[in-house]
Structure formats: C-alpha cells, structure tokens
C-alpha cells in the first residue's frame, strides 16, 4: 500500500505539471489557433529567473518577480512575431514556434550556461517529508498540487465569471462574430499568450526544488504537455487538466508494474499516438473547438 501511494502521489506531481503545460497550449489554442511548443520554454524561464532572482530577495519576492518578467515576455513574443501574420498555415505556425523553442533555449544557453539549478523547497527541506499511509511525500508536492488547484480554480472563475474571460471564449467560439462585438481579438491574443506563460513561470518555480530546472527542460515538458492537451481536448483547457493528471499517473504506473524506468517517457508518447490514432478530438471534446480553430 505504501509503495501504491508513494507511486500516486509522484503521478499525481508529474501529472500536475503536464496538466500546467496543457493549460498553456489549451488557452492559447482556443484563442488563437496557434499550436505553441514554445510553452515548455516558459517553464524553464520561470524556474530561471527566479533561481536568480532568489540571490538578492526572498523565495516568495522572487518567484512573483519570475511570474511578471515571463508574463511580459510571452506578451513580446505574440506582438512581435504572431501579431503580424495574416491568414498562416498550421505548419507556417508550428515551425515559429518550434523556432522560438529553439532561440530561447539558445539564449537561456548563453545566460545560465548548463548547470542544473533549483529553488530552496518552499518549506522543510529535501530530507524532510510527511506520512501518508506509511509512504514519505516530500511538503514540495503539496505545494505544487495546491498552486496548480488554485490556477485551475482562478483561471476557471476568470474565463466564465468576468467580461475579459467571456470576450476570450467568444474569439475561440467564433473571431468573426467576436469582432463585429467589438472584441479586439489583438489584444485577446496577447492576453492569452501573457496568460499561458505566467502560468507556466509559475508551474516552473513551484516544481523547481523537486524536478531542478536546466535550460533545455522545456523540450521534453512540451511534448507531454501536448501530450496530455490533445488527451484532455486540444482547445478546451480544465478537460486538458485531466489529461496531464493521467499522463502523469500513468507515466509513474508504469515504472510500478515493471517498465524501466528509462523507457517511462515512452508512456507519454504511446498515448499521444494512441490517442490521434483513436480518438484525435479528444477523451473529453466533441472537437467543436478544433473545428473553429482549422477554419481560422
């Protein structure tokens, strides 16, 4: 029982970090029809700076100080290289942001050199843990399970409560319609690019400590992000959650029940197959929204 809920809760992290993932590609999909595998990159970003940032303040100081310098930075890159485009293909997009992936790699390369960095756990330390059904899980998980419940919960109350979260939905319903309403899908855009990597800087700080963080993290972090986005529902960000949890737990299921654990990224890629062979719209999508996005 022990090692059952030792493996759970090491799904249920990895899961909640592909579900943050997900979130970013679902929120900027929905809104844009861009596919952005430049979302992994956030993350790295954000653990980054606030690994610097946590020489000269405080831990808490220094990952709102990460969340706002990504933030600003997703906003740059849709202005200065999506903003522009009219009417690109789905391949002209996916090479921009692959591209971008590659060039912030470079450059983050450059800044941090290659050296494996992390934040101090936010509270205890790695010798410390807490029993739960006689297995010992580190206080750095309830962290990151509860900062990813609280963005699932705030980002839900925004995209269904407030007027900005409406006008969003409506640009992913339907931009046509959206703009004769006055909506500036522009600006749409740009807030859900801000959006998706602020919640990717922040995903990164708050797995730092447990994951470390290192300049060329973000490839493999997109790939199950994607992974768990098109399993939850491309274009439909809360379904996306669910599907980074069970990629997540299946991933650490499957070092259970005897895979190497050296083959237990090959978890992520057999569903992401499985899934566009058998379902492509989706466990939890009737493919509404990827529909209005081709159209785009």
């Known amino acids: 029982m022990s090692q059952i809920v ?18 970013g590609f679902n929120l900027i ?32 100081v220094a990952v709102v100080g990460a969340v706002v310098i990504v933030t600003l930075c997703g906003g740059v890159l849709e202005i200065l290289f999506f903003r522009r485009l009219r009417r690109p293909t789905v391949l002209q997009m996916i090479i921009i942001t692959i591209g971008l992936s590659i060039v912030i790699r470079e450059v983050a390369l450059h800044v941090w050199d290659e050296k494996v960095r992390s934040l101090s756990y936010f509270t205890g330390n790695e010798c410390s843990s807490v029993r739960v059904l006689g297995a010992g899980i580190s206080p750095q998980v309830f962290w990151v399970l509860g900062t990813v419940a609280l963005v699932v919960l705030l980002l839900h109350l925004f995209l269904h409560r ?70 939850g529902g491309l274009g439909r960000p809360m379904p996306g959650v669910l599907g980074g949890l069970l990629v997540g737990l299946a991933e650490a299921f499957s070092v259970y029940f005897g895979m190497p654990a050296a083959y237990k990224d090959a978890t992520a890629f057999g569903i992401l197959v499985a899934v566009l062979f058998v379902r492509p719209q989706g466990l939890f999508s009737s493919g509404e929204l990827q529909a209005g996005a081709q159209e785009r």
Do not use: H
């Open 162 to 231: 407030s007027l900005v979260g409406r006008a969003m939905r409506a640009c992913a319903s339907n931009p046509e319609a959206a703009m004769l309403a006055g909506i500036n899908t522009g600006r749409m855009r740009t807030l859900a690019f801000m959006l998706s990597a602020g919640i990717g800087a922040l995903g990164g700080c708050v797995i730092s400590p447990i994951t470390m963080t290192q300049y060329d993290s973000g490839a493999g972090l997109a790939i199950k992000g994607f992974a768990a986005a098109m399993l």
């Open 29 to 60: 999909y929905s809104t844009t029809g861009i596919l952005n595998f430049a979302q992994g990159e956030f993350l790295m970003l954000g653990g980054m700076t606030a690994v610097t940032l946590a020489r000269f303040t405080p831990i808490p």
């Open 6 to 23: 030792q493996f759970f809760f090491s799904g249920l992290t990895l899961g909640s970090i592909y579900a943050v993932v997900a979130l």
